[in-house]
């Protein structure tokens, strides 16, 4: 039953984009030189589209994904840093929106809880081990000794 449920679970997940309205508007962005363009790709490609969990907003076809773009391509043009941008859209969407969250106190699990359940494992497997009776090297040598090769 459990593993129903999980299964249902990441499906739904990973069919998220799916679901999200597909932008219509095909209308390319015009960008004044290389380097804004440059600077343009580099900060959606750090964003995470808020429809699709998976996708930064670099790579996600929904329309918000698409109205966002627009939107990071207007508050570059208007002189506000790469810094401003990203608190901006982390104001409005909240965390979630950025692909390397600060390292702060509400995300020290996020950062740092993979490394602790490594270790967690890790502890648990060596007293799992230390635990274990070792053969002698007696019963070795008789369990050698019975077999015919």
Request: aromatic fraction near 8%; hydrophobic fraction near 50%.
């Amino acid at each position: 039953m459990m593993r129903a449920v999980l299964l249902a679970f990441a499906l739904m997940l990973s069919s998220a984009c799916v679901f999200a309205q597909v932008a219509t508007d095909a209308t390319p962005l015009t960008f004044n030189d290389t380097a804004e363009e440059k600077r343009f790709h580099a900060l959606v490609s750090e964003l995470r589209c808020v429809m699709c969990q998976n996708q930064s907003l670099a790579d996600s076809n929904a329309q918000i994904a698409v109205d966002l773009r627009r939107e990071v391509l207007e508050l570059m043009r208007e002189g506000r840093s790469d810094a401003e941008i990203k608190d901006f859209l982390v104001a409005r969407y909240g965390e979630f929106v950025l692909y390397r969250p600060q390292v702060e106190s509400r995300t020290w699990l996020l950062w740092f809880g993979p490394a602790l359940v490594l270790l967690a494992g890790g502890v648990i497997v060596a007293s799992v081990l230390r635990r274990r009776p070792r053969p002698s090297a007696s019963a070795a040598d008789e369990r050698n000794e019975e077999q015919e090769w």
